[in-house]
């Protein structure tokens, strides 16, 4: 069968998704370099880390609520199922947040877990705390996001990632004002979230009012609830991955010989590699959205490989020559000892590009076949092989941490690709058996 996909098609689909991306990764350095400037920027990078990275991985399960949208808003009688199961997925992490915040169950997180200090551990509370006021914006945005990416018209996500970076900058410089520490990068991400919201629910309210009120004969049956776990449950556990791994070794480096030190390290390190590479994360809606055949598949392959050698370069020239100080010192302002301690892992960044890129095009190309399961199995495998590369701080408690985590975070996505490709294999070998190989 011949597809309808072309290179062109990819393209026109990406671009935008490569500036909202971009931007949005540009508010964690943005918030870095911000908060790098503070008195002690070591526990300041340390506790917005933290708090970020647990936080994040928490309510993680939101991610969903957009690949949910995709696959299943088809009329206007959908919405209100879908919102209350979103709901209903945010709600415990949300808990689970507080109980951070207002329990010794975030001394035992931040200080025994992650090994923080206590200097770390109170600001990573009240980080914590200002980052969970996030909640319902999650929800709304993958609403209105994955309105906009169902018809395409990804050019409104960036219009609304702009209005986010713009908001970020003013409000880092006059939060300081009256907060400080980590909690001022925390209020300023939240801001910046709200901000884009508000326009990207502008955009889609128009997309919303087309779409079929779904009383018509024949229309498409809003799913259950039933329908939604089984769907969303391997994407809950892949997505949590993401963090996940993140989670996994920021534990590990806190038992290194200077956690804060290695933990603040490994925030810049992820928040850089992140700003580089993290457009690869949308291959997953490009694939879903566009591949509607096996002979789609070919310009998305092709198109892949367009993405890891742009992406690969930028990170190869920009941690490879003397642009490396201007990134480190100029725009991050980091003293030398974490300057120093960040830069064996930069080094490694450009072979991020292929890692991320491979792992996103097959968890997109399983999402839309709505062949979902395994995606619970590759984001465990993620984890689990992070998770054993960073024990290499147990051996060696004196090793680079921040490379360590690096090179955990890379073999994650690797280990995830070859699973997924494997079984993306297997499946369309069922198919052609079976007489389905279109």
Request: charged share 10%; glycine share 8%; with cysteine.
């Amino acid at each position: 069968m011949t597809g309808n996909v072309t290179l062109g098609t990819a393209y026109r689909f990406f671009v935008p998704l490569i500036f909202m991306t971009e931007l949005n990764m540009i508010s964690k350095s943005v918030i870095n370099a911000a908060l790098a400037r503070s008195p002690d920027q070591n526990v300041t990078l340390a506790a917005f880390h933290v708090a970020f990275t647990l936080y994040f991985a928490l309510s993680s399960s939101t991610e969903v609520c957009a690949v949910l949208t995709l696959s299943y808003l088809k009329t206007k009688r959908a919405l209100g199922r879908l919102l209350r199961f979103m709901v209903v997925i945010v709600v415990l992490p949300w808990i689970i947040a507080q109980a951070l915040v207002f329990t010794s169950l975030g001394d035992w997180a931040f200080g025994g877990l992650f090994g923080a200090s206590a200097a770390v551990v109170e600001q990573a509370k009240t980080a914590t705390f200002i980052l969970s006021l996030s909640a319902p914006i999650l929800i709304t945005r993958s609403l209105c996001f994955g309105l906009i990416l169902m018809h395409q018209r990804t050019i409104f996500i960036t219009y609304a990632t702009c209005v986010r970076l713009g908001s970020l900058a003013v409000s880092l410089v006059f939060l300081p004002e009256i907060l400080s520490g980590a909690a001022v990068g925390a209020a300023a991400l939240v801001i910046c979230m709200l901000l884009e919201t508000m326009v990207a629910l502008v955009f889609a309210q128009g997309l919303f009012r087309n779409l079929p009120s779904g009383a018509e004969p024949g229309a498409e049956t809003p799913p259950n609830f039933r329908q939604q776990w089984r769907f969303s449950w391997p994407l809950m556990m892949n997505t949590s991955a993401e963090m996940g791994m993140v989670t996994v070794i920021s534990i590990f480096l806190g038992l290194s010989a200077n956690p804060d030190l290695a933990l603040a390290a490994f925030s810049i390190v992820y928040g850089l590699v992140s700003l580089l590479m993290s457009p690869m994360r949308n291959l997953v809606s490009t694939a879903q959205t566009l591949v509607k055949t096996i002979a789609d598949r070919r310009p998305i392959f092709l198109f892949t490989l367009h993405l890891i050698g742009f992406f690969g370069l930028i990170g190869f020239v920009l941690f490879h020559t003397p642009l490396e100080r201007y990134v480190l010192v100029d725009a991050m302002g980091l003293k030398a000892e974490l300057r120093s301690y960040c830069a064996p892992a930069l080094k490694l960044a450009f072979l991020m590009s292929a890692a991320w890129a491979y792992s996103a095009l097959y968890r997109g190309l399983l999402a839309g076949a709505r062949n979902t399961t395994m995606l619970a199995a590759s984001g465990l495998t993620r984890v689990g092989v992070a998770a054993l590369i960073s024990t290499t701080t147990l051996l060696f408690v004196t090793a680079n941490g921040a490379a360590i985590g690096l090179v955990g975070w890379m073999a994650g996505y690797a280990a995830e690709a070859g699973l997924l490709a494997f079984h993306l294999k297997c499946l369309d070998a069922r198919r052609r058996r079976a007489g389905m190989g279109s």
